[in-house]
């Protein structure tokens, strides 16, 4: 062999080891950095689970508490439907009576007649007889005063009503 053809194998030889020792490393290094980055991954993978467990949590409390408000809203309407609904059997129940009176005449409804010439039906002394002062006094028709009965029937009912819807509002908007 010739010189020459001794260096180029010497070369050649250089070069494959150095391939191989390239190549080596190449490969410790990945197994290396490869279980690193496994571990990484790993930590990285509980962390997040910690934190979606942490939501997780979080939001059943949430939700726990909306539904702890929703059923005591609804207990206070019902308690409030209760009191309105027997406020309104208890003014219905009134009125029937009033009429039944009117009807067997043993309640009268009467206005007062203003005395044009005093201008003033109030006495200037306080005295037991009554609530209403007037001296003179008119009987009305027995069909009209359930008409007048009827009449204040329903704006009673709708002042009940009134208050439920704004009892109701109330509760909810809270």
């Known amino acids: 062999m010739t010189p020459v053809q001794k260096l180029a194998g010497l070369g050649l030889a250089i070069l494959l080891a150095l391939a191989i020792g390239f190549g080596g490393a190449w490969q410790v290094q990945d197994w290396r950095l490869g279980k690193k980055m496994a571990e990484r991954i790993a930590e990285q993978g509980a962390r997040h689970q910690k934190e979606l467990d942490a939501i997780t949590g979080e939001a059943w409390l949430q939700q726990s508490a909306e539904l702890d408000k929703r059923l005591a809203t609804q207990?206070?309407?019902?308690?409030?439907?209760?009191?309105?609904?027997?406020?309104?059997?208890?003014?219905?129940?009134?009125?029937?009576?009033?009429?039944?009176?009117?009807?067997?005449a043993d309640v009268r409804l009467s206005v007062l007649i203003e005395d044009s010439a005093s201008g003033c039906n109030v006495p200037a002394a306080p005295g037991a007889v009554g609530v209403?002062?007037?001296?003179?006094?008119?009987?009305?028709?027995?069909?009209?005063?359930?008409?007048?009965?009827?009449?204040?029937?329903?704006?009673?009912?709708?002042?009940?009503?009134?208050?439920?819807?704004?009892?109701?509002?109330?509760?909810?908007?809270?």
Do not use: F, M
Request: with cysteine.
């Open 75 to 104: 207990e206070k309407l019902a308690i409030q439907d209760q009191q309105h609904t027997k406020e309104l059997s208890d003014a219905q129940r009134n009125q029937a009576r009033l009429r039944d009176q009117l009807a067997t």
């Open 132 to 174: 209403v002062h007037a001296a003179r006094r008119a009987q009305l028709d027995p069909a009209h005063a359930q008409r007048i009965v009827a009449i204040t029937d329903d704006g009673d009912n709708a002042i009940i009503a009134l208050r439920a819807c704004q009892a109701y509002v109330r509760a909810i908007a809270r």
